[in-house]
Structures are given as structure tokens and as C-alpha cells.
């Protein structure tokens, strides 16, 4: 894994001490899920296998850390995702995410910084990212997050997610969620595929991306441990994000297709 070259670039935001901070001491959460497909801002990565997910997190005053990695069971190439080990279990990505939320009474403000360690991609090499988001703690919880990649694949991603939880008997809950996603590549990696060419000469990549609803149920099993149950359906938001020209997708990173994802995850809070 290469070297960190940005730690932490946070985001000086300057608030009053009208904000609020979170409580004074450690808390976190340690997971594994199960799946039957590794879906990325709509791009299939891993298909035709079970992927096993585990996460780790914790928490202090605002700081935020935590890593998450995928394991697929039998690695299998998507369009333009290159597995390292194809026909093979790989534990192939594991990604490092550091950030600070500071609360204004409903409103959360974070900002962060992401390092994707991976084993696959065309050409292969990690990546980092910067990111901030704004969310609102009323109906349905609107999240605005605006992703900026720093090193192989400049581009800017936003991100509009939504979701609502329902009691549905006793602590267990019927859990709701939809999002949507619009791209903007700026690093020619982006440029988009030419008939006239036979190649990605075209112009860079900029399109509403990726779409996906979402329904499953937290159950408690015991003190500060449930399962989750989950179904995704994803799917493309425009017509440039499925599009294909003479057989070749018409972003270098693959077209997005309609796909659905089903798992489940164990989670331990503490």
C-alpha cells in the first residue's frame, strides 16, 4: 500500500461556538456483510461470486475513522475492472476513510479523506479522495456529499442520498433509502469513446450516474448487536450512463446496467 500523502486535509469551517459536539467518549461499530455482488457508484466490480465485507469504525469528540474491505470469494472481469487473482478469492480492496462532523443543531457538516487501496482497476493503482457532506436530521435525512478524487482518477462525484426507518415491531425496523449521483471527469482517464477514432478521444465524461433504491430490516439479536437483511436495486440515471458506442462502453470505466444486490450484515455497536 503506498504511503499516505494527505492525512488530513480538513476543512478549516470557521463556526461559532453556537455548534455542538458529540460525546465524550469512544464509540464505534465493527460489521461483516455478505453479499452476492460489489456495486461502486453503480459500476459492477465484483459479480458472479459472494463478496464478504468487513468494517471497523470509532469515534471521538467529531473524529471519525474507520476501514472497510472487500473479500470476493471468486474473482470474476467486469467491463473495465481487472481482477488480480481471476477464478480466485482476493481480498482485492480495503479503503481508509478519516473525518470530523461538526453539528449545528439538526444540520451535520463533515468533511474527510478517503484512501482506496485496491488490487484491480485499468490501469491498477489506489487512489485518494477528498470529500464533504451536509446532512439534515428531519423527514427522510437529505445528505449532500461532494467527492473529489486528488491522485489516479480526477474526477468529481456528488451524491444525494435519502432514507427513513420504520418501527415495525418492537426495536426492529423496516429501513428505507434512495440516492442519486452526478459525475464530472476532469483527467483525460474521463474522455469518452469516438467512432471516428476507435479509441477514447472524445470529450470527458460528465452525466447524472447512478441511481438506487433500497428496503431491508435491523433486528436486535442481543445488547448492542443486530443483523440487517438488505436489497439494493441499482441502476443508470441517463442515457449517456448506459450508453455504448459500436460495441464499447462510451465511459472508459464501463457503462452501468440495472442490477440488483442482496446481502446481509452483523453489526456490533459499542
Same mark, same amino acid.
Given at each position: 500500500?503506498?504511503g499516505?500523502?494527505?492525512? #488530513?486535509?480538513?476543512?478549516?469551517?470557521?463556526?461559532?461556538t453556537? !455548534?455542538?459536539?458529540?460525546?465524550?467518549?469512544?464509540?464505534?461499530?465493527?460489521?461483516?456483510?455478505?453479499?452476492?455482488?460489489?456495486? %461502486?457508484?453503480?459500476?459492477?466490480i465484483?459479480?458472479?461470486?459472494?463478496?464478504?465485507?468487513?468494517?471497523?469504525?470509532v469515534?471521538?469528540?467529531? &473524529?471519525? !475513522?474507520?476501514? /472497510?474491505?472487500?473479500?470476493?470469494?471468486?474473482?470474476?472481469?467486469?467491463?473495465? %475492472?481487472?481482477?488480480?487473482?481471476?477464478?480466485h478469492?482476493?481480498?482485492?480492496?480495503?479503503?481508509?476513510?478519516?473525518?470530523?462532523?461538526?453539528?449545528?443543531d439538526?444540520?451535520?457538516?463533515?468533511?474527510?479523506?478517503?484512501?482506496?487501496?485496491?488490487?484491480?482497476?485499468?490501469?491498477?493503482?489506489?487512489?485518494?479522495?477528498?470529500?464533504?457532506? #451536509?446532512s439534515y436530521?428531519? &423527514?427522510?435525512?437529505p445528505?449532500l456529499?461532494?467527492?473529489?478524487d486528488?491522485?489516479s482518477?480526477p474526477?468529481?462525484y456528488?451524491?444525494?442520498?435519502?432514507?427513513?426507518?420504520?418501527?415495525?415491531? =418492537?426495536?426492529?425496523?423496516?429501513?428505507?433509502?434512495?440516492?442519486a !449521483?452526478? %459525475?464530472?471527469?476532469?483527467?483525460?482517464? /474521463? =474522455?469518452?469513446?469516438?467512432?471516428?477514432?476507435?479509441?477514447?478521444?472524445? =470529450?470527458?465524461y460528465? @452525466?447524472?450516474?447512478?441511481?438506487?433504491?433500497?428496503?431491508?430490516?435491523?433486528?436486535?439479536? #442481543?445488547?448492542?448487536?443486530s443483523v440487517?437483511p438488505?436489497?439494493?436495486?441499482?441502476?443508470?440515471?441517463?442515457? =449517456? @450512463?448506459?450508453?455504448?458506442?459500436?460495441?464499447?462502453?462510451?465511459?472508459?470505466?464501463?457503462?452501468?446496467?440495472?442490477? %440488483?444486490?442482496?446481502?446481509i450484515?452483523?453489526?456490533?455497536?459499542?
Open positions: 500500500m503506498k499516505l500523502k494527505v492525512l #488530513a486535509m480538513f476543512l478549516v469551517l470557521g463556526f461559532s453556537a !455548534g455542538t459536539y458529540a460525546e465524550d467518549k469512544v464509540t464505534g461499530s465493527a460489521s461483516v456483510g455478505v453479499f452476492n455482488r460489489y456495486i %461502486f457508484r453503480g459500476y459492477e465484483g459479480s458472479h461470486s459472494i463478496v464478504i465485507q468487513p468494517a471497523l469504525s469515534s471521538y469528540k467529531g &473524529f471519525s !475513522g474507520s476501514l /472497510w474491505s472487500n473479500i470476493d470469494s471468486d474473482e470474476h472481469a467486469t467491463q473495465s %475492472f481487472v481482477p488480480d487473482k481471476a477464478g478469492k482476493s481480498f482485492n480492496e480495503t479503503d481508509l476513510t478519516l473525518s470530523y462532523t461538526y453539528v449545528i439538526k444540520l451535520s457538516l463533515t468533511a474527510g479523506y478517503i484512501y482506496y487501496a485496491m488490487k484491480y482497476n485499468n490501469p491498477p493503482g489506489d487512489t485518494e479522495e477528498l470529500f464533504v457532506s #451536509a436530521d428531519t &423527514f427522510l435525512k445528505t456529499s461532494v467527492y473529489r486528488i491522485t482518477y474526477g468529481t456528488f451524491n444525494l442520498s435519502l432514507s427513513h426507518s420504520i418501527t415495525v415491531y =418492537k426495536d426492529i425496523t423496516l429501513d428505507l433509502g434512495a440516492s !449521483g452526478y %459525475f464530472v471527469g476532469s483527467d483525460d482517464y /474521463w =474522455k469518452t469513446y469516438e467512432s471516428s477514432t476507435g479509441d477514447y478521444t472524445g =470529450k470527458k460528465s @452525466a447524472f450516474h447512478d441511481g438506487m433504491v433500497k428496503a431491508g430490516f435491523t433486528i436486535p439479536i #442481543a445488547k448492542n448487536l440487517q438488505v436489497a439494493q436495486y441499482w441502476f443508470p440515471l441517463s442515457s =449517456k @450512463a448506459k450508453k455504448t458506442v459500436d460495441g464499447n462502453s462510451y465511459n472508459h470505466n464501463g457503462k452501468l446496467d440495472d442490477t %440488483f444486490v442482496t446481502g450484515n452483523l453489526t456490533f455497536s459499542f
